[in-house]
């Protein structure tokens, strides 16, 4: 795994079927073929399709988890105070995924701003979308994870207001950036 994607939780969908972004109304796998991230990507929400697209994403390197393992469709209902005791809990996951592939990780994506900011001792204010700067990173982080390239997609959810383009420039700045590491 070369890039692990990191969602806040997972919708009631993806917990139901066990497969990341099933939400119907989640635009994830539309970006994904948009920007090239994924050749062949499928369309369609149905189970067996969901599963395919996961399925090829790992195969291709990619990764996927949560900040937070709570389902639910609307991530601010989940506590301030489950956000903070999450913290550690979360750190040793990646650290997990970092250390069971060699180091081979090279990347992070946030997938949605909220959790990325949420990763300070005081919560960032702002951060923008793509990649962030390698000077940026939580105290508490472990040198290993930072000095992981940071990136910072645009929720695909249906309830982030973005335009379109807004939404996809992120995702296609980091396929350009994977096709220059040749992967």
Known sequence: MHTLLIGHNP??????TGHYFANPTNKFWKLIDE????DSVQH??????????????????????DFIETPGNDANAIKMADI?????????????????INSRLKRLCFVGKKQWKQQF??????CEHGLQDADLRPSHWP???NDLEIWVLPSPSGRAVLSNNDRLKPYL????????DNV
């Open 121 to 126: 001792s005081q919560a960032l204010a702002k």
């Open 44 to 65: 369609g929400n149905d189970a067996g399709i969901v599963q395919t697209n996961d399925d090829m994403m790992v195969a291709n390197g990619f990764g996927f988890t």
């Open 173 to 180: 700045m980091l396929s350009e950036a994977l096709k220059a």
């Open 35 to 38: 920007s090239g991230l994924l």
């Open 84 to 100: 903070l005791a999450n913290k550690e809990v979360f750190m040793k996951r990646i650290e997990n995924y970092a250390n069971g």
């Open 143 to 145: 040198k290993q994870i």
């Open 11 to 16: 919708s009631n969908s993806t917990w139901e």
